[in-house]
Antibody, heavy 115, light 111 residues
Framework: EVQVLESGGGLVQPGGSLRLSCVAS????????MNWVRQAPGKGLEWVSA????????YYADSVKGRFTISRDNSKNTLYLQMNSLRAEDTALYYC????????WGQGTMVTVSS | QSALTQPASVSGSPGQSITISCTGT?????????VSWYQQHPGKAPKVMIY???DRASGVSNRFSGSKSGNTASLTISGLQAEDEADYYC???????????FGTGTKVTVL
């Protein structure tokens, strides 16, 4: 069974940093593109970042470019999202998804940016 | 890059068919056959229903179908059931500075 499990969320002050992790199982992690998608409380979905499974190309939404970094460790079947210079508007539930069309989703990890 | 435009709400009676539209531009919906649709029940993670405009995801009922005309993609739910009441989001690949863009979301109500 395909599963992705996010962790690493929490409460952080504006300007702070946080690293999210997503552990994958049930599929060959190294060959699949992976994404981070977020949803602010009561709001819609926003694509945040993606990393290809073939050449490790990375992509970012304009709203996080220069502040967030996506990476993966194929030996650990784990996807990461390093988030720096966090802002109040980054407060959201962050989902890890599999494939270019997000065929599988985790339950998300909540990030709250507040003083 | 602005979000794709969806109607805020769509409703229908059990057994009826409804269609949700998703309007973009030639840089996203109109230019590529990479539109997907997601269903999200309250408090739950989204679930892919349709990908690549019209391909149904594994295990998804054939009551759900997708199509595209020009810069507008559509999700049709036929034989509407109470369990279809949820939020629905479209998503498209885009050749702008980012990679993907989601729609604004549509709340489907079964009357």
């Amino acid at each position: 069974e395909v599963q992705v499990l996010e962790s690493g969320g929490g409460l952080v002050q504006p300007g702070g940093s946080l690293r999210l992790s997503c552990v994958a199982s049930g599929f060959t992690f190294s060959i699949h593109a992976m994404n981070w998608v977020r949803q602010a409380p009561g709001k819609g979905l926003e694509w945040v970042s993606a990393m290809s499974g073939s050449d490790d190309s990375t992509y970012y939404a304009d709203s996080v470019k220069g502040r967030f970094t996506i990476s993966r460790d194929n030996s650990k079947n784990t996807l990461y999202l390093q988030m720096n210079s966090l802002r109040a508007e980054d407060t959201a539930l962050y989902y890890c998804t599999k494939d270019r069309y997000s065929s599988s989703w985790g339950q998300g990890t909540m990030v709250t940016v507040s003083s | 890059q602005s979000a794709l435009t969806q109607p805020a709400s769509v409703s229908g009676s059990p057994g009826q068919s409804i269609t949700i539209s998703c309007t973009g531009t030639s840089s996203d919906v109109g230019g590529y056959n990479y539109v997907s649709w997601y269903q999200q029940h309250p408090g739950k993670a989204p679930k892919v229903m349709i990908y690549d405009v019209s391909d149904r995801a594994s295990g998804v009922s054939n009551r759900f179908s997708g199509s595209k005309s020009g810069n507008t993609a559509s999700l049709t739910i036929s034989g509407l059931q109470a369990e279809d009441e949820a939020d629905y989001y479209c998503c498209s690949y885009t050749d702008t500075s980012i990679l993907y863009v989601f729609g604004t979301g549509t709340k489907v109500t079964v009357l």
